[in-house]
């Protein structure tokens, strides 16, 4: 049986039980995970298991025990305090329940005594019962397609996107942070202590699962490294795999051994894992969106010779520097195409040569058109990052009274552009917006919703813009490098 | 003569005469200079130059040539085309002027032979002349203290920054970032190609300006390298200098060339400048004002021993992480420590080992301040990063309906803490808001500046809060081991 079809059953369940469920109705708890399955609209049926309840808890059918429940339910949340998952578990499997998310804390990750002792005790239950279980120490499972999401942000939609994750919380952040820049879900997983499936488990069915084209891991610990790594070498080439490894430093690995009691690895262990495996290295959930957000929206890219447009000659030093650190060049543009450009933006106060430091590209758009059609013709370009400035109406008194709507202008010229250059070249926009001021946040915001809902991925900083794009170009250059390189994209724009 | 006499007249002009005023009211030049300095009341005389005008413009007196002027001003603003500076140069030698700022640019770093000729021309004209001047291919001067400030932010009061930069536009930009955080300047200074006054003699007249604090530099270029690195390390003893060198990519000296025709040096020259000089090292401008927060408020540091406060276990090893990456640590606490912490914390879903993985700290004011309070009085503790979240009304749906409340209080609870605990430990605090939604991005900026202006040094980041710490710790650990340690804070507050 392949995984796809083992862990169907967990991941598209036709019914939930949900075990301790208190009838507090504040915090997290197992009452909350009933209240957003109910507003989710969860399509199957919903069962509440409480000792002391019955007939009805928060509006669904309550029973005593899970061997109550007329059938077995197709996913068991367990989340009663730790000491009684020994007994609920054993309740599963007298009950033949087979799929079971442990969400109780209060084992190995306490670094205590009794809580050693107790996850010990649920790791012989969980193999002597053979049970599917994810946990414990975890939110579980969200997936947007069956609508089995009782935690996280509402799904948007269903998209190309997985996140495993070691981490509930990341989970939570992840879910709402990436929607939010028009990326969506495949599966989010939160497997916290993984004392029954592992990360490698869940990898083996994201790898098969026809809904997911791009694969994040948020990672604390690693168990069976060999076989790990060779999996994600061979799921990377079809599905690129983007991994955050927390831990890393010792003072990292001390927390990871308090959050999930993972063994956190040494630095060089997971260099050598990245060299091997090819799967790309972030440190943050945001870059991992930032990442993702390539994938989805660019075609592979093998070059990196960026053309700059913008504005500013120390703004121009820095978004070379910037370009330069993270593996990009910034080359001078060929004479032919200076020549061009010098016959109609004058020298005093500008620079053609790259990056393009003419101030008029702002909101003129046929400066910027004439710009950027001479400057992407040239062959030493491999790909274009614009440099936009939010306008809230409030761009100082002393800019062009046109400033707003030409810059509205040359934005829709941009969103074409990116989409339908003859050139093919890929574009990104790097808002800029060195403030402090919360309205000034706020406008660059949506200047950076506004391209990246419409397709042309687009960053809040020339650095994030740059580090993702090295990324993504480094993915694609390790395909073509270890002679795997697929000549058509194997993901396009996937927002529903 | 010290430069600060030599140089008063400059900084403190009772005249100012602009040369190339136009009466076209759109975009930069002459006249727009005239206009900020009346919309800022500048109390001194302003005149405008202009060979066509007769009379007044923009509202003030108006003159032929400078020469036509009845008395010298003290400082005369350029703002003609490249090819005029010449004469202009030349009338201000025979009228007697002595003060002068090209703003006027198509000079050298245009890279055509021209501009390189006429750069000639001027520099030889300074000389002859035994002219002062700041430029070409700059803004020139900003003095919130005389009100002469005809670029930049207007000023919101007097304070401690000097910011010397080579690019204009990040004057522009500083003055106001740095503002917006309640950082106020004693001056700004853009000099551009330095064909007169170097930038090491306007760090002289800084380092004498007894209203100056902290120096911040943006530096493309460096001229006489041995003289200005003993400066630097002889003025970096009393007052701290912050420098941002731009161009130290290949990419990056070649738009810092066609900038400011700058030759923007060897990395590894720069890197014998700042370990010889103890000078701190910044990429950006928001760093630059991320440390000069840390500078106004807190006390000289030496210990890199952090306490981290706050919620979520993936969240905990990404900040311990973050700590450990950039040369901070996060210590085990103290078993006595963890004993009194277990007492009212339980070990299911938290973390008392440090990082402090407590979800109430969020808005339980009671838990918040047994937990600091305890902690922070542990020997292993040198100061504490606490990790709040933005409340905008928008905590999601499951949140304690009291969540905003109680995180005001606990707000107002860290800033009384950080300025007068009993320990005298520093609190810095890190806004914990990974979001791409406009409102979420404007509820995280107005948490960041309610602290900051309030006195306690707030950033937008794990990564900047620690990054700006580590530099600022780095600069006393520096002091303190070339024997020039501080034994009292050289700086408080400065907000007007």
Same mark, same amino acid.
């Given at each position: 049986?392949?995984?796809? =079809?083992?862990?169907?059953?967990?991941?598209?369940?036709?019914?939930?039980?949900?075990?301790?469920?208190? %009838?507090?109705?504040?915090?997290?708890?197992?009452?909350?995970?009933?209240?957003r399955l109910k507003r989710v609209g969860f399509p199957g049926d919903v069962y509440?298991?409480?000792?002391?309840?019955?007939?009805?808890?928060h509006g669904v059918k309550a029973y005593p025990s899970v061997k109550d429940i007329p059938e077995p339910p197709d996913m068991v949340i367990v989340s009663v305090?730790?000491?009684?998952?020994?007994?609920?578990?054993?309740?599963?499997?007298?009950a033949g329940v087979k799929n079971v998310h442990i969400f109780s804390s209060g084992f190995s990750e306490t670094q205590e005594e009794e809580g050693r002792q107790l996850e010990a005790r649920i790791t012989e239950i969980i193999r002597r019962g053979n049970l599917r279980v994810v946990g414990p120490n975890c939110m579980g499972l969200y997936v947007p397609a069956s609508k089995f999401t009782a935690w996280g942000a509402p799904p948007k939609g269903v998209g190309k996107l997985a996140f495993l994750s070691q981490s509930g919380g990341h989970g939570e952040i992840l879910s709402r942070y990436a929607q939010e820049l028009g990326v969506y879900f495949s599966k989010v997983i939160s497997f916290g202590n993984a004392r029954g499936l592992q990360a490698l488990d869940f990898l083996e069915y994201l790898a098969e699962d026809p809904d997911t084209g791009i694969i994040a891991m948020y990672l604390e610990g690693m168990k069976d490294g060999n076989r790990f %790594?060779?999996?994600?070498?061979?799921?990377?080439?079809?599905?690129?795999?983007?991994?955050?490894?927390? !831990?890393?430093?010792?003072?990292?690995?001390?927390?990871?051994a308090s959050h999930t009691a993972s063994m956190a690895g040494e630095a060089r262990v997971w260099d050598a894992f990245f060299a091997q495996t090819g799967a790309i290295r972030v440190n943050s959930l945001e870059e991992m969106a930032e990442v993702a957000l390539l994938f989805l929206h660019l075609k592979p890219l093998l070059g990196?010779?960026?053309?700059?447009?913008?504005?500013?000659?120390?703004?121009?030093v820095a978004m070379a520097d910037i370009c330069s650190r993270n593996g990009l060049t910034v080359p001078t543009l060929a004479e032919h195409t200076r020549k061009q450009l010098a016959e109609f933006i004058p020298?005093?106060?500008?620079?053609?040569?790259?990056?393009?430091?003419?101030?008029?590209?702002?909101?003129?758009?046929?400066?910027?058109?004439?710009?950027?059609?001479?400057?992407?013709?040239?062959?030493?370009?491999?790909?274009?990052?614009?440099?936009?400035?939010?306008?809230?109406?409030?761009? !100082?008194?002393?800019?062009?009274?046109?400033? =707003?709507?030409?810059?509205?202008?040359?934005? =829709?010229?941009?969103?074409?552009f990116a989409k339908n250059n003859p050139y093919?070249?890929?574009?990104?926009?790097?808002?800029?917006?060195?403030?402090?001021?919360?309205? !000034?946040?706020?406008?660059?915001?949506?200047?950076?919703?506004?391209?990246?809902?419409? !397709?042309?991925?687009?960053?809040?900083?020339?650095?994030?813009?740059?580090?993702?794009?090295?990324?993504?170009?480094?993915?694609?250059?390790f395909l073509a490098k270890t002679g795997e390189g697929k000549s058509e994209p194997a993901l396009t724009c996937c927002r529903s």
């Open positions: 049986m392949s995984r796809l =079809e083992e862990l169907h059953s967990m991941f598209y369940p036709r019914s939930v039980a949900v075990v301790g469920v208190s %009838t507090n109705p504040q915090g997290w708890g197992g009452h909350a995970f009933i209240r509440a298991v409480n000792p002391k309840a019955s007939n009805e808890v305090p730790a000491r009684r998952v020994p007994e609920v578990l054993e309740d599963c499997i007298a %790594t060779r999996l994600v070498r061979e799921v990377n080439r079809l599905k690129p795999v983007i991994i955050w490894k927390g !831990g890393l430093t010792e003072s990292g690995a001390r927390a990871a990196r010779r960026v053309l700059l447009l913008g504005g500013g000659g120390g703004n121009a020298l005093a106060g500008n620079s053609i040569r790259n990056p393009l430091d003419v101030w008029l590209v702002q909101h003129n758009l046929e400066m910027f058109r004439r710009c950027i059609e001479i400057a992407v013709a040239d062959p030493a370009i491999d790909l274009v990052i614009a440099d936009r400035y939010p306008h809230n109406g409030d761009n !100082g008194d002393d800019g062009p009274p046109d400033f =707003e709507e030409g810059s509205r202008r040359v934005e =829709e010229f941009i969103i074409e093919g070249k890929p574009m990104v926009v790097a808002v800029n917006a060195p403030t402090n001021d919360p309205n !000034g946040m706020r406008a660059a915001a949506e200047l950076r919703l506004k391209f990246a809902l419409a !397709g042309v991925p687009a960053y809040l900083s020339q650095v994030s813009a740059t580090q993702a794009l090295s990324r993504f170009i480094g993915y694609h250059e």
